[in-house]
């Protein structure tokens, strides 16, 4: 290698510290001999890999070593050729280091912080962290975390159950905006000290929900990591799970679902169970717990369900109230079916029962009780008292808030807890003057028709009304009962369980113009086809045989009275209410097709009866009145539903309630429109010259349908013009089982039929409602389907028009009576629907009596008749409500209605 291509002699020393190093301290005795002056290999300038001393520096890594191999022939023509070949000071070599572009003598690089990926190792190793790092970072995890929880725990506050126990009222406003009632529970709540609170109520809590009260910390870590890590997945979180978790919980004021209120609610409980004793904690506890009823509190329980002082409870008393902390909706004995259908009653009793005897138990086991205590306090449940009336809520009003409040918990997240702790402006679409002048009007004909003061049969008699604007689901009105004063607190509107009988034969008529039945191959079947109405009829099946009753005889449909009416059309059955044509129309329909013309009339599944029988075709489904209203609202409107709705805005303390959802429903098409204007003609006629012809009263352009059900124990009028669609339904429970009795002897009559008083308080109120509005009648319908003769093939040349019925001369009255003498029919009259394959004439009207029909003894208008399975399809008058709702909730729920 020539001389010029060299590099100059560089300290042995290596860079700027060597130089400072020499000059700093006295020489060792030996300075470096200039490069190249040994003459040794070390010297010369090929290689980039010498380090101090004349020693070949070690490379960390492979790459390196590369990485300075390639470098090697640039730098040597760079260093020694450029102004900046040696940048030392003049003095030579000797006198500085080099600050050539070469590295091979420069020091190591500067130590990480953090070494990762570790310097020095090859291949995995270097992603493999030092036992140094990895106890560093969890040192100083452990840190972060001590000094996240030091500050969390400076900075909540201990609750304040005084604070807790403030009360708001819940104030409630009609459509016009003006003030409905202002309701709440400040007058059920009343925090009361430990001393007054028995002992045997505290270890009722604690056997029941956490026996370790007085040796834990007051949190339960694996129960709020389960609930974090269930909110984590949007599951449902989970309630605390120490009676201290469960105090901070229920004074926690904002009750969001998200991590950072479990996170608050963690630090507060850590800080209650530090800072107050245990018996601080369960008084705060009990004073600030939802017992249902609208009871805050155990004084406000004690007072609510035993009429006396929490301090005078009894530990049989004490095991029922600490039952209802599980759930009052479910373990209130009386029943809450307004939030839910299966909290009836009975099933609440038992519920409650069960709950009372296990914690009784385990305060036995716990020795909380003595043998003598124990034994005493199982010997007889103490069932609570009944529910009472709170301040405001007397009359319809206490219906009207009751339909508002289910409404809002069923479109919101709200909880019935929330929602009565006050605070809420509550603006409904109830009218003032149409709801008092629905009262007036039951109260009127109670008044007029019903002794129950001196009449036995007139006892236990109940009406449950609505009124729906078509089009637009808003519930102007509602009568649900005496009122909560009057010890009624189930909502006769807005109750499911009373069979609508023939107000049903619209829904069929409907899907027969719709579907056509299986001898029209999909052709509608036109109003003006004819079926047999006699009376004792056989029902066919699609493929000729006939029904039977379980014992394999012949199944008969009885009509209420046996009448030789021959085959006449659907539109005169619907007139006089007949049965036999319409549950012969319903089988060739397919039951299934009704159901589902229900439905889309606004009729919720629940409420429809699951056996799809021929006498589902004559109403032994039970909808509330509220429904029934909204499905007729869709004849009105011209097929056009909306979901009924009670509610259009929800405040909290002013602001909008965020969330409530919207509430007004959209107009959906649910059948076509000149379907609906055919069955709204064929009603009118039902008004006209049928068994509601006491509405014709009302002087103006309306259609409606009568229902009587089988014994007499239902009767509806359900009706309607262009602006208004009212449902009324009356019946007589057993107060005792909430049965239903027969109406037959009620009023001094033989029998309640629906075209009777339930028609007489539809027009009495449908006057006082549509006072000064026009008669905007209805749409002229056009033909429609095909007319079926005798039931068989299609006539060739059908001549249909709509002009309405007169009155006919040889029609019979509007409410024959089983003793009227009638001729015998011709085999044509009586032959079954073009088989002729039956030639049953005229029955005796006792053979419906079986597993499928029944006799029918419910009035003109035709009835509902009991289930093949024998049992009656009766329903209670206290079951769940099912009206403005969504869903499964009825109602309010879906949960729906």
Known sequence: MSEHRRKPPQPQGGGRAAARRGQSGPSSGRRAAPRGATGSSADSYGSESVGSGGEERPYSSRAEARRAAQRGSRRRVAENTGPGARRGGPGGPAAGPGRGKGRATTAPGKKRFIDYPRVGKDGWRRWVPSWKLVSGLFLGFVGSLVVMVGVGYAMVSIPNENDAAKSQNNV????????????GTG???????????????????????????????????????????????????????????????????????????????????IKVGAKLDKDEIMQGYLNTSYFGRGAYGIQAAAQTYYGKNAVDLKPSECAVLAALLKGPTY?????????????????????????????LGE???????????????????????????????????????????????????????????????????????????????????????????????????????????????????????????????????????VPVGSTWKPFVLAAAMEYGTYKSEGEGVSPLSKYNGNDHLKVFKPDGSFYLNKDNTPFYQANESDHPWGYITL????????????????????????????????????????????????????????????????????????DPYSVTALKVNGADAPSFVKPKPAPKEAMDPNIANNVTDVLENVIQNGTGMKAKDLGRTAAGKTGTTDENKSAWFVGYTKQLSTSVAMFRENPKNHKLLSMNGTANTDSIHGGDIPTLVWTEYMKAALKGQND????????????????????????????????????????????????TPTPSQSCQFGWGNDCNGNGNGNGGANDIGGTDTGGVDGGTTPTPTGTETTGTGDTRGNGNGNGSTGFFGGQGG
């Not at 409040?405 to 003057?433: P, R």
């Open 331 to 359: 373990y209130d004995p009386a029943g809450n079916q307004d939030l839910d259908k299966t909290a009836t009653p009975a099933a609440n009793e038992k519920r409650s029962k069960d709950r009372w005897a296990w914690i």
């Open 571 to 642: 539109r005169k059955a619907m007139e006089q209410s007949v049965n036999t044509p319409f549950v012969q129309l319903g089988v060739d329909v397919g039951m299934t097709k009704v159901r589902d013309v229900a439905k889309s009339a606004g009729i919720l599944d629940q409420s429809m009866s699951q056996d799809l029988n021929p006498s589902f075709a004559i109403g032994t489904s039970t909808p509330s009145a509220i429904r029934m209203a909204d499905a007729y609202a869709t004849f009105a409107a011209s097929g056009k539903q909306a």
């Open 187 to 269: 007058v059920n709540r009343q925090n009361v000290s430990i001393d007054q609170i028995p002992e045997a109520m505290r270890y009722a809590v604690i056997s029941a929900e956490n026996k370790s009260f007085y040796q834990d910390s007051g949190v339960d870590p694996m129960g709020i990591a389960r609930a974090m890590v269930n909110m984590a997945r949007g599951g449902q979180t989970q309630g605390g799970s120490t009676i201290t978790q469960q105090y901070v919980k229920n004074t926690y004021l904002s009750q969001e679902q998200s991590l950072t209120r479990k996170f608050k609610e963690m630090f507060i409980s």
């Open 776 to 823: 905007l009648g209805f749409p002229e319908p056009t033909e429609i389907g095909t007319v079926q003769d005798e039931a068989g093939a299609p006539s060739p040349t059908p001549s249909v028009t709509f002009t309405p019925t007169p009155t006919p001369s040889n029609s019979p009255s509007p409410t024959p009576t089983k003793t009227t003498p009638t001729p």
């Open 363 to 497: 305060m036995h086991k716990d020795k909380h009780l003595s043998d003598a205590q124990y034994q005493e306090a199982v010997a007889k449940y103490p069932r609570p008292d009944g529910r009472k009336a709170t301040k405001g809520m007397t009359g319809q009003i206490s219906y009207l808030a009751d339909t508002a409040k289910k409404y809002v918990l069923a479109h919101s997240d709200i909880t019935e807890a929330q929602f009565d702790k006050g605070g809420y402006q509550i603006y409904t679409t109830f009218d003032k003057n149409k709801v008092s002048a629905l009262a007036k009007a039951v109260k009127n004909v109670q008044s007029a028709r019903l002794d129950p003061k001196h009449r036995e049969l007139d006892k236990y008699v109940q009406f449950g009304a609505a009124s729906v604007k078509p089009q637009d689901g808003a519930i102007v009105a509602l009568y649900g009962g005496d009122g909560y004063e009057n010890g009624h607190f189930t909502n006769n509107a807005d109750t499911s369980g």
């Open 172 to 183: 409630y406003y009609w459509a016009n905006g003006k003030q409905m009632v202002a309701t």
